[in-house]
Nanobody, 121 residues
Framework: VQLQASGGGLVQAGGSLRLSCAASGLLFSGYGMGWFRQAPGKEREFVAAIAWSGSRTAYSDSVKGRFTISRDNTKNTVYLQMNSLKPEDTAVYYC???????????????WGQGTQVTVSS
């Protein structure tokens, strides 16, 4: 299984970025997909997740209303649209795949390599 995250970069506060995570080696439409992030010196934290069908989503309070998770099962890809970015959103963002019933769990079975997002003030 491979999860390839991309789309990170440097952006000014208030700007937007769209992360993508392309999955291979698994039946993508059967897996919940999540985005997590880890800032320097901090633990990895949940950001957003989407059920296998796309019918359910979950967000952390810190990103709710600013970030949107979506998926395209025909392209084996999950997206994270990030708007109104803040300096505190700066972190390495990881995508994850798992057969999870609770979207906010950290117990996803597969993890990608991460993509850096830096938001300048």
């Amino acid at each position: 299984v491979q999860l390839q995250a991309s789309g990170g970069g440097l952006v000014q506060a208030g700007g937007s970025l769209r992360l993508s995570c392309a999955a291979s080696g698994l039946l993508f439409s059967g897996y919940g997909m999540g985005w997590f992030r880890q800032a320097p010196g901090k633990e990895r934290e949940f950001v957003a997740a989407i059920a296998w069908s796309g019918s359910r989503t979950a967000y952390s309070d810190s990103v709710k209303g600013r970030f949107t998770i979506s998926r395209d099962n025909t392209k084996n890809t999950v997206y994270l649209q990030m708007n109104s970015l803040k300096p505190e959103d700066t972190a390495v963002y990881y995508c994850a795949a798992g057969r999870v019933s609770v979207l906010t769990t950290k117990n996803y079975g597969y993890w990608g390599q991460g993509t850096q997002v830096t938001v300048s003030s």
